[in-house]
Each structure stands twice: as C-alpha cells, then as structure tokens.
C-alpha cells in the first residue's frame, strides 16, 4: 500500500481510500474515489461517505494505489466516496499518526480519535467563523474634493487604530452615521469589506504586569538543563520536574517556552482542570501576547473554533488547555509542558479513551521536541521512570524566598464530636 497524506493525486490508478469513521468500530473502511474527487484527495480530509443507510462524515486516512492483493473486497460492491469536505484538509499527518496510536495503544476508537481531535461542532457543521463589516483607509488615496469636519474625524480614526476598524465600531467612536463612510469609500479613500472577527476568550480579561523575577539556583539549574535540551534541534528529551509547591515552576516553564519561540519552534503546556486555565492562560498572555491560543472544552463552539483556527494558520504558536489541548494542529512543536503530571483528570474516562500526558511524552518523541512532566507529587511511573533514567529527574526542593510550607497539624475529630456531643464540620482549632 502507497500512502501520500500531502502530495495531489496524479496516477489515474488511485482511486480507493482508506476512511476511518467516527463509531465503535476498530477497523477503517475501503471506499472508491470517484474521478471528480481524485484531485483533491488528501490523508487527513473529512469525507462524506455513505453507510448503512445514511451518509455520515468520516476521515479519509490512505489512500491506496489498489485493493490490497489478498482483499476480500470485490470492486463491484464497493462504494463511492460522495463528497470531500476539506480542502486543504484539517487533520494533519502528524495529528493522523499520533491518533492512530492513541487508538491502538489504548485499544480505542481511531475514529472517534479523529473526531475528538477536532473542535466540538466542526463535523455538524454548527459552527462557522464569526463576520463583520469592516472599513479600512487605503494607503495614499488622495481627493480633490473638499472632506467635512466628519469625514476627517473619520480618516483621523482609522488612522490612530491601525488603519482598519469594523464598521459599527468606527460608528460608534465617531459618533458619525453610515453615510459619510459610504461617501468616503465611493471617493475611493475607504474600503468597506467583510472581515472574520475573532471570539477571543480573554477579551474581557484584567491581563496582569509581566514581572521580571530573579530565579533561584534551583530554578537556573532547571532552566539551563531543559534549554540545552532545546538547542539540541530534533533530539527528543524527557524530564521530570519535581519541585515542591511554591519553588517556580511556571516561571521556569514560561522561559523555557521563550527559549522554544526563539529557536523557531512553538510550545504546549497542559494543565489537568479547566479551573487552572484562566490564572496560567492570563499569564502566558502578559509574556506572549496573542501567540497564546487556549483550548478547553468550557469555550463557546465560537471561541474554540477560532483559537483552533489560529493555531492551524500558525497564528499562535503557545497553546495552554486541558487534555484534549494535545492533539492540537501545532507545527514544527518543540517543547510540551504537562503540569501536575499525577493529576488523574488527564485520563479521558469515556470513549474515546486515552491519557494525555502519555500522549503528550509520545507526541514530543514523534516530533524530536522537549517533554517536562512537573509536579510536586510525582506519579510512581514518571518516578520510576526518572529513577531508570528514561527521564532526566530535575529536583527544585525549596520555596521561592526560602519560604515554609504551610503549617499542617492533624485533630482527631473523634474527640471534638465527644466535646460538642454532636457530629460537626469543623473543629473550632
């Protein structure tokens, strides 16, 4: 079988397809490329594909040259795909690669492995990028005829906020009614065109003052070991990051990151609830801008579509979310962060199944990048792990300011109910 996940297909003779579909199914299944279809066929494209009664929406995953030699299949009964939804398609070859072995490692859904990969109502279809009017001052465009006190107010506006301003927005902060803008646009010193409007989830934020720290000896040791790693372009490395709550992970996360962005190569960090994510994605945004894109299934469809979008343009190059954040469309990725690596929220406990911080180690592998496991109670597999030198162990066992850990002292509750000659919550110590 000849696999050809980017190049257009050009030899007359391929014609079937390999088509994973999203159901409890653990096999792929053969259908015919028609003609019409043959040219934009790609590994990775949602397909439309007749099944059973009804058509459903699969994922097209090879593309075969011919029916293998020993294939019960008989072409006659073998079926057309109908339609290919995707050009270019959605699902990369690395996506494709890391789901296929999510699924058989996990004894999973290929599938539903793809389909999980994708943001939530893509397949239905139910959401689409958000459109507005917008305006925008062309560049040198000169009239010989007189401007109003409005218009000039207007081209004055446009020009402090970039050159372009969507349509309502400039009506709103001129005060000026949508007349002068048309006559502007008709005397060709405007562009009135239709613009996609990002649903950024930290729209409303407070982003906080990025703080330069000065980092420990500890941290500077962490730091120094997973940026050589970094440098080291394509070689895959692993470590566990054992510091005790309070020591300055993140900060030493955050460098690390920097250091990836800087060598050409973008970053993920993984966090195990979704209640992490709004104090980690404010931060990363303070130090990276709107390279950070977030992922988390608490988004609006409107909100995760669009951030998975600018990921696949490469308009972000940080990607924070929760588990399903692994699988995104990334390029060129050269460093994954999973935090709290022994938090067992990063097991999907419905199908389809699989850990996120396994895939992630296994996603750094397949694309020669950095994975730091972090956490002040490490699980007993990164810990054994570390301990046969699988992974590097990198130690931070004090707090930042050499600050105590909080004071933790234990009350036998049997005596405070004895006292109070009741249950109760808490005791009065």
Known sequence: MQQTPLEPLSNPKDKYAEVALPLPLRQTFTYRLPDELLTDARAGARVSVPFGRRNITGYLVEILVALPEHSELQDVKIKNISA???VPPLITPEILELTKWTADYYASFWGEMLKASLPAGINADSVRAKRRKAVRRIAGAETDKPLTGVHTQILETLTSNGGEMFFTDLIEVTGASASPLNTLARRGLLEIFVADERRDPLAKATIPTRRNFDLSSSQSTALTSITAALSSNGVYSAFLLHGVTGSGKTEVYIRAMRHALDHGRSAMMLVPEIALTPVFSRRLRSVFGSEVAILHSNLSSGERFDEWNRIRRGDARIVIGTRSAVFAPLENIGLVIVDEEHDASYRQHESPFYNARDVGVMRAHNAGAVVVLGS??????????AETGKYTYLSMP????????????IIDMREVFKRFGKDVALSPE
Do not use: K, Q, V
């Not at 004090?398 to 002292?409: C, D, F, T, Y």
């Open 84 to 86: 290919i939804l995707d």
């Open 376 to 385: 002040a109670t490490p699980s007993m597999e990164s810990f054994y792990n």
């Open 398 to 409: 004090e707090r930042i300011g050499s600050l105590g850990l909080a004071h933790a002292e």
